[in-house]
């Protein structure tokens, strides 16, 4: 299996950036990609983005595509999420998501998730 904890949220203020962290540990050999997700209140968890973790290729959702940039280090087995330009919108539980391949089959593992909170 595969363990993430994610860090770095807070509050901010609209325009302002910031740097989410995610460090994966146990079978990290297996792992396929890494995403980031967010879930607002009332609303449904929603793809934030993702990096493959060998070709480090990554791809985003339209609603932060230009403000925020996935990036990875696989010696430290860790991923990361600028956000720049923050938006009110943008205020949600931020998780992070491991894809893996082991046993046979794809597994994901998740984060516990962090506070993101952009003031107007």
């Known amino acids: 299996q595969v363990q993430l904890v994610e860090s770095g949220g807070g509050l901010v203020q609209a325009g302002d950036s910031l740097r989410l962290t995610c460090a994966a540990s146990g079978r990290t050999f297996s792992m396929i990609y890494m995403g980031w997700f967010r879930q607002a209140p009332g609303k449904e968890r929603e793809s934030v983005g993702a990096?493959?973790?060998?070709?480090?290729?990554?791809n985003y959702a339209n609603s932060v595509k230009g403000r925020f940039t996935i990036s990875r280090d696989n010696a430290k087995n860790t991923v990361y999420l600028q956000m720049n330009s923050l938006k009110s919108e943008d205020t949600a539980v931020y998780y992070c998501?491991?894809?893996?391949?082991?046993?046979?089959?794809?597994?994901?593992?998740w984060g516990q998730g962090t506070q993101v909170t952009v003031s107007p």
């Open positions: 998501n491991g894809r893996f391949f082991v046993s046979g089959a794809y597994r994901d593992s």
């Open positions: 990096i493959s973790w060998i070709g480090g290729i990554a």
